[in-house]
């Protein structure tokens, strides 16, 4: 019974629909449609298969990205600004890390003591430059460097770590912090009301 409705209905509803006249207005729409319709496909290059490397390739490609990134940290002297994760000390402090042949080189942990160092390098699939260091002082302890290069934006950590085994952690980047406004000492006097 309810499949007879259902086609009932639905033979109805094409009968109505056969006689309707279609207005001149809808009647341009189909005629591009029409035309849209009877038009060849725009052909798309498609891009060729990505090759698969053999390992030798891979190594070369990884050889060739790791040399571009030590171009990349040897270009300029990083000027970096660092500040202690500890919020109780608030003092800014600033350095200069030296990448060449290799090697990297603090001027403030140079001036303390510590040697220029190797450092390691890799490249994370975004293109960040990650390189990682530790430092050792025979009085002091040892520094540990782990530094972000995204394009001309250097970013990182330094643990500093004394012989007795406390940890210090500077957060460090190259980008010139804010100037901190200047605190106005709060006045002794009390504030006098103005009179009406």
Known sequence: ?????????????????????????????????????KRKPVQVEKAP??????????KAEKKTNELQAKEQLNKKEWTIYLVSANPKKTKLETDV????GGRVLSVNLSDKGYSETNYSLSIEPDGTIVWET???????????????????????????????????????????????????????????????
């Not at 250097?154 to 770590?161: C, D, H, P």
């Open 1 to 37: 019974m309810k499949k007879t409705f259902f086609l009932a209905g639905v033979l109805g509803f094409l009968f109505l629909f056969a006689n309707l006249r279609i207005e001149p207005a809808w009647a341009g729409w189909l005629d591009w449609i029409k035309e849209i319709q």
């Open 134 to 196: 530790m430092q050792g002082q025979e009085k002091l302890g040892r520094a540990f460097w782990r530094g972000e290069l995204r394009g001309e934006v250097m970013q990182g950590i330094l643990t500093l770590q004394s012989k007795k085994g406390d940890n210090e952690d500077l957060y460090f980047t190259t980008i010139v912090p804010p100037e901190k406004p200047e605190e106005k000492p709060a006045s002794a006097e009390p504030v006098k009301k103005k009179k009406k």
């Open 97 to 100: 890390i030296k990448f060449s």
């Open 49 to 58: 298969p990505k090759k698969e490397l053999t390992p030798e390739e891979l």
